[in-house]
């Protein structure tokens, strides 16, 4: 798997980039999933079954057009705070072995807990939401600032290499 590099994002741009295209596209499921059931009821009776079957296929159309429309450049935002939260919900599978190795000094689980929790208050950042609500994580924060200048490391990281964290077993 590819490095994943953090990048500023404009929070206000992505949630109403966010919002709208929410509204596109469960508008869109709405239209799809009511075409198909009319169109499978006219064709072959009324039916619950053929009205569930309408709002599936409904669903699969707007997942597949969802997906077709996912590279455009106007899906930066979009994608770029998926892959982030896809990267940081995989690290919290590892959460505690990285914090048992960490306690031993470990270079490459410092950087992948500094990611992590850089990653989280862009997160929160994107969302229009508030880090400072949770104490355990800023004292875990706090010590892997001091664990990093103790070793003389840079406070920040630039990224994220999933490769390395196979290294530790998930929690």
């Known amino acids: 798997m590819a490095r994943f ?3 500023h994002q404009d929070g206000h741009a992505y949630r109403r980039k966010s919002r709208i295209i929410s509204l596109l596209m469960a508008g869109q499921f709405a239209v799809l999933g009511m075409l198909f059931a009319v169109i ?3 064709a072959f009776g009324s039916s619950l079954a053929l009205n569930a079957l309408g709002v599936v296929l409904g669903l699969l159309a707007t997942s597949a057009m969802f997906a077709a429309l996912k590279d455009r450049p106007w899906m930066v935002e979009m994608r770029y705070a998926w892959q982030l939260k ?3 919900g995989q690290i ?6 990285l914090r048992q190795a960490v306690e031993e000094d470990d270079r490459q689980a410092l950087d992948i807990l500094t990611f992590y929790h850089q990653g989280m208050e ?3 950042e994107l969302n229009g939401r508030t880090t400072d609500d949770d104490a355990e994580r800023l004292a875990e924060k706090l010590q892997v600032q001091l664990k990093r200048e103790a070793l ?3 406070d920040e990281v630039e990224g994220f ?3 390395k964290l196979h290294r530790y077993r998930p929690a």
């Not at 919290?92 to 072995?97: C, D, F, K, M, R």
């Open 5 to 7: 590099t953090l990048h």
């Open 40 to 42: 499978l009821t006219a």
């Open 86 to 88: 896809h990267h940081l």
């Open 92 to 97: 919290s599978g590892y959460l505690t072995s």
């Open 122 to 124: 862009q997160l929160a």
């Open 152 to 154: 003389d490391l840079p």
């Open 161 to 163: 290499d999933p490769d």
